[in-house]
């Protein structure tokens, strides 16, 4: 080794140490990362937003028809985070984003509503339907006119 790189070395060394402590704490805090990338919202953004609120407030009142408490449950933590997704656009709105979720809610949405309604079942076997009466005519008929049977 040449005598000048054995004094490079050490110097190097030195230079990195020393360095170090210059460091300031990189830890950003919430509001200034909010205050850098919030950005006002145009309003198709807000609109697309509004339409993803209600849409969660129509699964919501859905939900609450829910009788079974295993699947009320699981829906509603479905929700809560249908929910969390739509306040992460508020802050960094995404197109791509916001049709993904609003695709989500309306899909959970005809998921409980078809959750909710009977079973279709065939008929048991022998199964007559009764015909149902023809509703009566009234007095003021034109069916009734003097004159005709």
Known sequence: MRPSTCLLFPLFALGLVAAEPEKKSEK???????????????????NALT???ARIVGLE?????????DYKDDCQKAVADLKKRRKALETTYD???????????????QVV?????????P????????????PKKGAGSSDNAPGTY
Do not use: C, N
Request: no cysteine; charged share 20%.
């Open 123 to 134: 008929a048991p076997p022998g199964f007559v339907p009764v015909a149902k009466p023809a």
């Open 51 to 53: 339409a993803i609120d």
């Open 95 to 109: 197109q791509g984003l916001s049709e993904a979720l609003m695709h989500s809610v309306i899909s959970r949405y």
């Open 113 to 121: 509503a078809l959750w909710l309604t009977p079973p279709r079942l």
């Open 28 to 46: 950003v805090t919430k509001a200034e990362v909010e205050a850098v990338v919030a950005t006002p919202l145009t309003d198709e953004q807000k």
């Open 61 to 69: 009142a859905i939900v609450a028809k829910v009788d079974d408490a």
